[in-house]
């Protein structure tokens, strides 16, 4: 069964940080594009930061690059996010995130149940 476990979120002050970990099983982690993504209620899920399976050139939205940083770790099926810098507008639940393009087009992505950020005095 594919699963996407996150942890690491909770309650923090403006300017602190949180790491958060997504440990994947149930399919070949090396192989897959991986993501974080945040939501608030009302609002579509944003990007937060990418990296290629290779673990190489990351990418940011304005909104989080310089504050945040993807890593991953493939021989432990985890992906890392580490927020800096936090501000109140960080707050959302954040999601793991899997994706595989194949050929012809087909493609699987896969997404975990998520975890609160609050970042509030």
């Known amino acids: 069964q594919v699963q996407l476990v996150e942890s690491g979120g909770g309650l923090v002050q403006p300017g602190g940080s949180l790491r958060l970990s997504c440990v994947a099983s149930?399919?070949?982690?090396?192989?897959?594009?991986m993501s974080w993504y945040r939501q608030v209620p009302g609002k579509e899920r944003e990007l937060v930061a990418a990296?290629?399976?290779?673990?190489?050139?990351?990418n940011y939205p304005d909104s989080t690059k310089g504050r945040f940083t993807i890593s991953r770790d493939n021989a432990k099926n985890t992906v890392y996010l580490q927020m800096n810098s936090l501000k109140p507008e960080d707050t959302a639940v954040y999601y793991c995130?899997?994706?595989?393009?194949?050929?012809?087009?087909?493609?699987?992505?896969?997404w975990g149940q998520g975890t609160q950020v609050t970042v509030s005095s």
């Open positions: 990296i290629p399976r290779t673990g190489g050139t990351t």
């Open positions: 995130n899997a994706k595989l393009i194949g050929l012809y087009g087909s493609t699987r992505n896969y």
């Open positions: 149930g399919f070949t982690f090396a192989a897959y594009a």
